[in-house]
């Protein structure tokens, strides 16, 4: 079952001179199992959108339904979990463990049940044992992105959401929350990534929605989102046309580091045999 948006519009501060129209008509459904990428600028709507999945937000008009149920009632937060831009503001108990305790005790988990959904998650997330017990707020961004996920994760959600996850991640975290999301998907998680930069993150993606002013200004698959929009390519595309331009006979339809591996021992294997 999807996430179906019909006709959603929403402003803020309705009524006041304040007014800011955030989104309009918006109509798009994301089926269980994709993954899915929403870019655009920021200030588009990004995340104003993905609030309204799981009822924190309320749609000025139109409606929002998960699983044949409207986004705002109380069980559908626990099928779409949501990790925000700035994690810290997602934790707020004395340990990690608790933190990830938090979410499924409200839902009535308790005992040996919860430990086991707990230790779970905090695995799953890739959060080393030794800082179970640790104050979340003495980790490192890194390690406060993986506990709020694993957070999100003890929820057992069918749709995680994730605004702008990889911003402030170094080089090696980045990768490692990419695999992490790759994996979750693997078995069986819809995955929802928002991110002003989905350029690097293309190849992961079943479907790429873009907004532009509150608008969904692009629907399709990542091969047409490259031709048909002037956005950025990612590196390993661009650096394949470049490889291209040179001379060099490989694809240049390639979003991925592992397929332009491929696509380049496959070219300097047959200039060996040439
Ligand atoms: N709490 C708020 N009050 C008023 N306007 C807001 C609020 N949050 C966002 N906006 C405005 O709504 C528009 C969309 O914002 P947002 O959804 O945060 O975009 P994005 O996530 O793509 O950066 C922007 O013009 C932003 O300034
Ligand atoms: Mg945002």
Same mark, same amino acid.
């Not at 994709?34 to 959108?49: A, C, D, H, R, V």
């Not at 709020?148 to 975290?173: C, F, K, R, T, W």
């Not at 629907?219 to 331009?245: A, H, V, W």
């Given at each position: 079952?999807?996430?179906?948006?019909? =006709?959603?519009?929403?402003?803020?501060?309705?009524?006041? @001179? +304040?007014?800011?129209?955030?989104?309009?008509?918006?109509?798009?459904?994301?089926?269980?199992?994709?993954?899915?990428?929403?870019?655009?600028?920021?200030?588009?709507?990004?995340?104003?959108?993905?609030?309204?999945?799981?009822? +924190?937000?309320?749609?000025?008009?139109?409606?929002?339904?998960?699983?044949?149920?409207?986004?705002?009632?109380?069980?559908?937060?626990?099928?779409?979990?949501?990790?925000?831009?700035?994690?810290?503001?997602?934790?707020?108990?004395? @340990?990690?463990?608790?933190?990830?305790?938090?979410?499924?005790?409200?839902?009535?988990?308790? =005992?040996?049940?919860?430990?086991?959904?707990?230790?779970?998650?905090?695995?799953?997330?890739?959060?080393?044992?030794?800082?179970?017990?640790?104050?979340?707020?003495?980790?490192?961004?890194?390690?406060?992105?993986?506990?709020?996920?694993?957070?999100?994760?003890?929820?057992?959600?069918?749709?995680?959401?994730?605004?702008?996850?990889? &911003? =402030?991640?170094?080089?090696?975290?980045?990768?490692?929350?990419? +695999?992490?999301?790759?994996?979750?998907?693997?078995? =069986?998680?819809?995955?929802?990534?928002? &991110?002003?930069?989905?350029?690097?993150? +293309?190849?992961?993606?079943?479907?790429?929605?873009?907004?532009?002013?509150? $608008?969904?200004?692009?629907?399709?698959?990542? %091969?047409?989102?490259?031709?048909?929009?002037?956005?950025?390519?990612?590196?390993? @595309?661009?650096?394949?046309? %470049?490889? $291209?331009?040179?001379?060099? %006979?490989? $694809?240049?339809?390639?979003?991925?580091?592992?397929?332009?591996?491929?696509?380049? @021992?496959?070219?300097?294997?047959?200039?060996?045999? $040439?």
């Amino acid at each position: 079952m999807p996430i179906d948006v019909k =006709g959603v519009s929403f402003s803020y501060n309705t009524g006041t @001179t +304040l007014e800011k129209v955030a989104l309009e008509n918006i109509n798009l459904s994301i089926g269980k199992g994709e993954f899915i990428l929403i870019g655009g600028e920021i200030g588009s709507g990004k995340s104003t959108l993905i609030r309204h999945f799981n009822g +924190l937000l309320k749609p000025s008009t139109g409606q929002v339904i998960v699983d044949g149920m409207p986004a705002h009632e109380k069980h559908v937060k626990t099928k779409v979990g949501i990790l925000f831009q700035f994690p810290q503001n997602q934790l707020f108990a004395k @340990t990690v463990y608790e933190d990830v305790a938090f979410g499924p005790s409200n839902f009535g988990i308790k =005992g040996k049940q919860l430990d086991k959904r707990v230790i779970h998650a905090l695995q799953l997330a890739g959060v080393r044992e030794e800082l179970y017990d640790r104050s979340p707020f003495t980790l490192s961004g890194g390690e406060m992105r993986l506990v709020a996920i694993a957070g999100v994760l003890a929820m057992q959600p069918d749709y995680l959401l994730l605004d702008e996850p990889l &911003s =402030g991640l170094d080089p090696e975290n980045k990768n490692s929350l990419l +695999l992490l999301l790759k994996t979750l998907h693997s078995q =069986g998680i819809s995955v929802v990534i928002v &991110s002003h930069r989905i350029a690097d993150m +293309l190849f992961l993606a079943d479907r790429v929605f873009l907004m532009q002013d509150g $608008r969904v200004s692009f629907k399709g698959k990542p %091969d047409d989102y490259i031709y048909s929009t002037s956005s950025p390519l990612p590196d390993i @595309t661009s650096l394949m046309k %470049d490889l $291209r331009q040179k001379g060099i %006979d490989v $694809r240049d339809d390639v979003f991925s580091i592992e397929d332009a591996f491929d696509e380049i @021992t496959r070219v300097q294997k047959e200039r060996m045999v $040439r």
